[in-house]
């Protein structure tokens, strides 16, 4: 099996800039080589600018597939058995990077 990386590209809370610009993300994405690069944010809507779903897709057409609806926070937590088996059977043979909007975490002393 394979490992199965994540990434997420934040928003900062203060100004609303991402914690990471999408060069960055494209970077980090290019270093990793997955196989699948999947989305698993909720909806394919609203994104900042860079972070699209067709921004991110046109990137990477390749290797890009949007799984929000199995793997995802729509609306709460829409993660399903069904999209846990297919992520498992993938990574049995595929390099995979998950990625959603989520930040850094942070801690109650702000580091």
């Known amino acids: 099996m394979n490992t199965i990386y994540t990434v997420g590209?934040?928003?900062?809370i203060k100004d609303g800039t991402p914690e990471l610009t999408p060069q960055e993300f494209?970077?980090?994405?290019?270093?990793?080589?997955?196989?699948?690069?999947?989305?698993v944010r909720g909806g394919r809507g609203r994104a900042l600018s860079g972070f699209g779903c067709r921004q991110i897709e046109s990137r990477f057409p390749k290797i890009y597939q949007w799984r929000g609806a199995?793997?995802?926070?729509?609306?709460?937590?829409?993660?399903?058995?069904?999209?846990?088996?297919?992520?498992?059977?993938?990574?049995?043979?595929?390099?995979?990077?998950?990625?959603?909007?989520?930040?850094?975490?942070?801690?109650s002393d702000g580091a």
Do not use: W
């Open 26 to 39: 494209d970077m980090i994405v290019e270093s990793s080589r997955p196989d699948i690069l999947i989305d």
């Open 9 to 12: 590209y934040g928003v900062a």
């Open 70 to 107: 199995s793997l995802g926070n729509r609306a709460g937590n829409t993660v399903t058995q069904a999209g846990l088996d297919r992520l498992v059977s993938d990574a049995q043979h595929k390099r995979i990077l998950m990625f959603c909007a989520c930040g850094m975490p942070y801690f």
